[in-house]
């Protein structure tokens, strides 16, 4: 019964039912219509009919007198499928005619009436017949009636009648029989998405709605919602491994911290010992602080914050100033830094944040170009290059360095990933995700590629942002996509 | 502190600051490097006491209790309240800093910040009103920077800067005798406001000072451990 309930309440039910409602509605008024107009076409028709015997018999009468009259309708009455005939003396007996009884008072009513009667063959227990009759009082004293059965009229009315009920009653059946089937794989498909989203509830993510495979809307919305739930899965796996990464990355420094402030006051030194002890301890805070800040940072640029602060400017010019403020560090560390931006390259952007990405690039650069430099004795270069492709500004960094195999590209920009081989160089291991972040802030990416030997890195920056579209609903879509930093960007 | 110096002019400061333990803690420094300090605990007090107080320099902080940062610096700036303000922000990013400044205030420093970082921005501060600013030609022991010529003499030796290197040593002797954080100079020679991971002022300044001091006997430009840089003529 529950089962039934549920049934009887369910939206493709209850609309089948309002739809049943009116089109049984609908369909009873447009037989009913036609029946009585029907009715009143027959009743007219023979109206017409009888007035027109009624003249013509008159016209005789007057012509020829009562024993011409009689003449007329008794072989009229004669015809087969003829008219009713009745032609009385005044005082009401019968002349000539093919009426064999009439109710008694229909001979003095004037005017049309519908009236039952028998015909003059037919015996007393046959069956009454209906006819409308006109009397007309001819002069001296005479009465002519004319009728017109109307047995065939009252059929008809009554098949079309038959007809309508019938097909009402069809249609409620089979449309409560469509309603039940349709609610019911409705339902039962609805029931499918409602038990994987318990499960999902339940804290099985993995759990995905069935697709039924028609393209039908139910599909469509599967389809969306499992796109969805693949979209949380990733996000929430993404959130996990960024906090246990957090968790990681942070501890092993404020346990270094802690260690060495412990160690401090176990070995009673002298003051200066104390004060370098304290000094270490102030630069690592510092240095952890700035971990922080780099992470509040991305999580601003992802959450889209960053917006209001877009500006029209070179951003050719934006890579000299980098390269101006790295040239001395790279110089330092044995490296040349070339920057190649021959032409102004006009972009609308934050440019603070893609300055500081492009630092971040510099940065790791020079980084882990420096060892390997060093290491072969060799004048190697970091070239920074400002340049246009297409409907993209293109912002890159090459170095000499070790590289990023392919394999590893995609988790490199992931945010704390340090790559094993780079666990020795200092660093927040931040830089990299920074710079995807500010890439798909601008609607935008970076892509990691071989620069055999080494690394480039490129921050694809489309040159008109894609505006944030408030009203549609892919706006919300944006920040999403923004902080899922593992599906940013692909392998290039 | 025994590396920083002390200025024989005191400031007077007004720190506009609910957090009780970071309040006192700012108090306390300023008093040990020589400084008067008061403390307000609302945007209310805060507001009453600079609007009274002959202050060298406010520290506001953004989120008050009864009244905000930016609308004490609104209302004060609209009292004609000139004294330079150094807003304190939890908030540390490009467009708060942005709002901060349009909103009357002369500084923004984000939190957590270190207390020379703090000194420093305060004493340049407190000191732009009698600034240089007017000056076209700097000099600090015998080293001499013409702003219009744009031309370096240290003795009668004359030194050729990139442009950069030019706005640098500019902004340091300026500020000749305070101390300059690697921060600040990031801002006001770089225009950047975010930390590079490596400390890439560092070689600008040693490049600047091979460049100025090197084959000197007198060394102009020095490192405040801890804090940053300074230009000081060491006879002064």
Known sequence: MSALGKLFRTTAFKLTLAYLVVFALFAAFLLGYFALNTRRLFTEQATQ???????????????????RLTQVVDARSRRPGSNLYLVTTPNGDGLAGNVGSLPTGVLEKPGLTETIYRRIEEGETAELHRALVRVAQLPSGFKLLVGRDLDERDRLYDVVLDAGKWSTAAVIVLGLIGGFFVARRVLRRVDAMTETTRTIMGGDLSGRIPVAGSGDELDRLAHNLNEMLDRIEALMRGLKEVSDNIAHDLKTPLTRLRNRAEEALRISGSEAEYRAALETTIEESDSLIKTFNALLMIARAESGHARGNMIDFDAAEAARDIGELYEPLADEQGLSLDVEAPAAVPLHGNRELISQALANLVDNAIKYAAPAAKANGEPSAVTVTAGTEGDNVLLSVADRGPGIPEADRARAVERFVRLEKSRSIPGSGLGLSLAAAVARLHGGELRLEDNAPGLRAVLVLPRLLPLPQPAISSAPAEPAEAAMPQSGTAPA | MSDHVVHSDTMRILIIEDDRDAADYIVRAFRETGHVADHAADGEEGLAMALDGDYDVLIVDRMLPKRDGLSVIGELRAKKVETPVLILSALGQVDDRVKGLRAGGDDYLPKPYSFSELLARVEVLARRRGGRNEETVYRVGDLELDRLSHRVMRGTEEVVLQPREFRLLEYLMKHAGQVVTRTMLLENVWDYHFDPQTNVIDVH????????????????????RGAGYMIRDNIR
């Not at chain 1, 009888?50 to 007198?65: K, P, R, T």
């Not at chain 2, 300044?205 to 405040?224: C, E, N």
């Open chain 1, 49 to 67: 009919a009888v007035d027109i015997e009624i003249a013509g018999l008159s016209d005789q009468f007057n012509s020829a007198g009562i024993r």
């Open chain 2, 205 to 224: 300044i040693s490049r600047l000072r091979s460049k100025i001091d090197k084959g000197f006997a007198q060394p102009l430009l020095h490192t405040v």
